[in-house]
């Protein structure tokens, strides 16, 4: 039986979380954005650990409306809206 991951079980989990997820799990879309907002990380079970130094990183973001950017490795983001 396939696992269903929600953006409301995303929301329950604390910052900085993993979530492991394999070929019985799906996540949702709305899942997903929440994990990148609230800094938690989504990984397949199989996957080997990602090097401390290696990929790009996610600026800490508020509450609010973002659009993030990635190019050669770097990500940018600015607020939009109020």
């Known amino acids: 039986m ?9 929301r329950r989990m604390a910052r900085g979380a993993r979530i492991v997820v394999d070929r019985e799990t799906l996540v949702t879309p709305a899942a997903r954005d929440a994990a990148l907002l ?4 989504i990984v397949e079970a ?3 650990p990602k090097p401390a130094c290696g990929g790009a990183e996610l600026p800490k973001l508020g509450e609010g409306d973002w659009l993030v950017q990635v ?3 770097r990500v940018t983001a600015r607020r939009v809206g109020n």
Do not use: H, W
């Open 71 to 73: 190019r050669d490795g």
């Open 46 to 48: 199989a996957a080997a």
């Open 2 to 10: 396939k696992r269903l991951v929600t953006e409301a079980d995303v």
């Open 38 to 41: 609230s800094g938690i990380e």
